[in-house]
């Protein structure tokens, strides 16, 4: 051990990693150091334990089962190091205010260094690699080596200004020395330390210039298995978050793990849903070949209306029996829709995104404060990712999946499932260039069952996925007897005629009208009113709990029983919306849009082709979402046909259409090396999601889980200056935005 120094004065009894005491009613040995330290060792050894071999296969790993093993227990044995600090221990008791005067290094990054100390010792631990664990040790709470979204050459950040000139270790306390021993027992570790030279006390221009930079020196010329450091940095990340929450509900954790990650298909959950869905009507050839003559990666071309999503159930029964099942969407509304139309009630399945319901209450790390805004979302996201570890399917927006490459904190906690899994990735024509390039690495790392389903797929789409793919990759051609019925009839006009529609709802039509502003999609919503039309709205710019009523109002006002109705909306129709229209009314947007928005006209055939009236964007909106020349390629897809229009000539005509693309292909999990933090899996938007001033004295009564349904969407002009709610939200100024549950929100008119 090493020298002694000037130990604090009131040395604490007890080395804490919870913010409990042995004096408190809930105390159990497990917030306690030693005890939680063994409960993630546990917890990660029986993650590796219980996927076994899957984990090497699923992921292509070139490393045996031991080595994975033996690296990942050290990690979780060394991860918490940090945490025999003076400064820790202070927060963790309370008697510290993180926010006026936080630590002057996260524990974790504290971890890192105190470990680096003991090398010489951690290096002994059989078949493990040192030098993983430290980096995924670093990084377990996703904030090592980036900021913003970007590398960063810095370990952990200094704070200063705090107020402290040191930080003191606990190296000589009993339960540091039962740590130890703990180590000893546990991991074969010698039972004598090589001495430490270093004394308990760092003085902060010592940690900078000395302690930091030798681990930094360490890092540069290194160059690990990437694949096999981010399963280490995912088990480790998702071990410490179930032996935190264990912690919490007294539970058996291997028995735990073991009957959640055993939940998995087999073949009669899936008939079920299939049965269930086709009703009497046999499966169409097109859903069959998905199941017949697919490969491990399929690809489905197939319009809207085919019955793609039925076919990939039928899919599953040959590629998912035995593994979990992720049915990844493009939006929140498509993943809800296709959770509430085939599995909810059909088989054990979850509806995971962002803004899906979580119950669980808010579990006590200790470490709400200490994480900054991030923090009553990170716990929150814990708790309700757990769900996914035990269903069988999980229906999800793509960013649970694909943002596991970037480090994003759901698909992290989420990975024992997706370590185990088949995947459906829906409207993939739909990605951006970072999305589809996050397909491409997924395909490329992870060698699970995997369909993609789109309605059009371009040349260099089918380029790029066989080449990541590396082996045959089947296709699988929708229906043709569907796709070349004739559904739609163009029309071209300046302004859209007001008459029409209400000839179209006088016969009993159901009318969608598709602008390309959310101001716009108001106006004609106002002006459907003046004229005493059945109306509905519906666009981003609701809070969410408000955006899911106007979604289902929506849909409900489109089954075939319900009276005619108008409802005008945005791009959000485009895929959240599953309804058949007799008439489309749309402005010219980019190829895909408008291809999309047709596919909810004439959706469930009516045995003969509907109207589609364009009209053009307001030439002032030009550039927001839609570029001119994206404006352009619209108008000429539009005047590209006469007659009568069926859905394979449009998939024709864009799979023939010149599109640049240039797909993201640096990932922070994969290419970020010892680094770990979360970064935007999507390109950059046109809008960021806010809470609203109006609404502050309503969320102060609220649980963090609760948050989500009053969110808003708004644009990121004219943002600056905002304040941020304690959860990290921007709060837009009530004198700029009015909101109302029948409109949304609405920017003020300046006085």
Excluded at 391 to 401: E, G, L, Q, Y
Excluded at 475 to 491: A, L, M, V, W
Excluded at 502 to 529: H, M, P, R
Excluded at 724 to 739: D, F, Q, S, V
Aim: glycine letters at 6%.
């Amino acid at each position: 051990m090493p020298p002694k120094s000037i130990a604090p004065k009131l040395e604490p009894d007890i080395l804490l990693a919870k913010s409990s005491t042995p004096e408190e009613a809930d105390w159990q040995g497990a917030y306690h150091l030693v005890g939680h330290t063994a409960a993630v060792v546990k917890s990660v050894t029986t993650l590796v334990d219980c996927l076994g071999d899957r984990l090497i296969a699923q992921f292509g790993l070139t490393c045996g089962l031991q080595t994975l093993r033996a690296t990942v227990r050290l990690t979780a044995y060394l991860h918490d190091f940090g945490k025999a600090s003076n400064q820790f221990q202070m927060m963790v008791r309370h008697q510290r205010d993180p926010l006026k005067q936080p630590q002057l290094i996260r524990h974790e990054i504290a971890s890192v260094l105190l470990a680096w100390e003991f090398r010489a010792w951690l290096q002994q631990c059989p078949n493990a690699d040192f030098m993983m664990a430290l980096a995924a040790a670093g990084g377990h709470h996703l904030k090592l080596g980036g900021k913003q979204g970007k590398d960063t050459s810095e370990l952990g950040e200094i704070r200063e200004g705090t107020g402290d000139t040191c930080l003191y270790w606990y190296v000589h306390h009993p339960y540091f020395r039962k740590l130890i021993r703990y180590g000893v027992k546990t991991f074969a570790l010698p039972k004598s330390i090589p001495p430490l030279k270093f004394l308990p006390q760092w003085e902060v221009g010592e940690i900078k210039r000395e302690k930091r930079q030798a681990i930094l020196d360490a890092f540069v010329d290194w160059e690990p298995d990437a694949v096999l450091l981010a399963v280490i940095k995912a088990l480790l990340i998702a071990g410490d978050a179930i032996g935190s929450a264990s912690a919490q509900v007294s539970i058996n954790i291997y028995a735990w793990i073991q009957h959640e990650l055993g939940a998995t298909l087999t073949e009669a959950d899936l008939q079920n849903v299939i049965d269930t869905r086709r009703g009497g009507n046999p499966l169409r050839q097109f859903q069959v070949d998905l199941k017949e003559k697919s490969t491990r990666v399929t690809m489905a071309r197939a319009g809207c209306g085919t019955g793609k999503t039925l076919g990939a159930y039928n899919w599953a029964q040959r590629h998912a029996i035995g593994r979990k099942l992720f049915f990844c969407y493009p939006t929140t509304g498509t993943s809800t829709e296709g959770f509430l139309d085939y599995v909810q009630d059909e088989v054990e399945s979850v509806l995971l995104h962002s803004r899906s319901a979580v119950d669980l209450e808010l579990a006590r790390t200790g470490e709400e404060v200490d994480n900054g805004d991030e923090t009553v979302n990170e716990t929150d996201q814990k708790l309700s990712s757990f769900k996914a570890w035990g269903a069988k399917v999980s229906v999800c927006t793509v960013d649970t999946v694909l943002g596991l490459l970037q480090c994003n904190r759901r698909p992290m906690y989420c990975f024992p499932a997706i370590a185990n899994a088949a995947f459906v990735f829906d409207e993939v024509h739909c990605y951006d260039d970072a999305l589809f390039g996050a397909l491409l690495r997924f395909l490329k790392v992870v060698k699970a069952p995997v369909l993609l389903m789109s309605a059009s797929f371009l040349p260099a789409q089918v380029e790029a996925i066989r080449a990541a793919v590396g082996e045959p990759v089947a296709t699988i051609q929708g229906p043709k007897d569907i796709e070349e019925k004739p559904r739609y009839r163009f029309s071209e006009v300046e302004q859209p005629d007001w008459e029409r529609v209400k000839a179209e709802l006088a016969q009993g039509g159901k009318v969608l009208w598709v602008c390309n502003q959310v101001n716009t999609a108001i106006s004609v919503y106002e002006q459907a009113k003046s004229l005493g039309l059945n109306a509905l709205l519906y666009h981003s710019r609701f809070r969410y709990g408000d955006r899911v009523k106007h979604h289902r109002a929506v849909v409900d006002g489109f089954k075939p029983d319900a009276p005619p109705v108008l409802a005008v909306a945005t791009q959000v129709a485009e895929m959240s919306l599953d309804l058949s229209a007799t008439l489309l009314v749309t402005q010219i947007a980019d190829p895909a849009g408008l291809i999309q928005r047709l596919g909810r006209l004439n959706r469930r055939y009516c045995g003969h082709a509907l109207e589609a009236i364009f009209y053009p964007e307001d030439p002032k909106m030009v550039g927001f979402p839609y570029s001119q020349s994206e404006l352009d390629a619209g108008l000429e897809l539009v005047r590209s046909f006469a007659g009568e229009v069926n859905q394979a000539q449009l998939a024709t005509w864009l799979e023939q259409l010149k599109i640049q693309s240039n797909p993201k292909d640096h990932f922070v999990l994969l290419d970020g090396k010892w680094r770990t933090y979360p970064a935007p899996l999507r390109e950059a938007g046109y809008t960021v999601t806010v809470l609203l001033e109006q609404d502050l004295a309503i969320l102060a009564r609220l649980k963090s889980s609760d948050l989500p349904r009053y969110t808003v969407p708004l644009p990121t002009t004219n943002v600056k200056g905002w304040l941020r709610h304690k959860t990290g939200y921007l709060i837009a100024p009530a004198c700029r935005w009015g909101y109302s549950s029948e409109l949304g929100a609405y920017e003020l008119k300046k006085r």
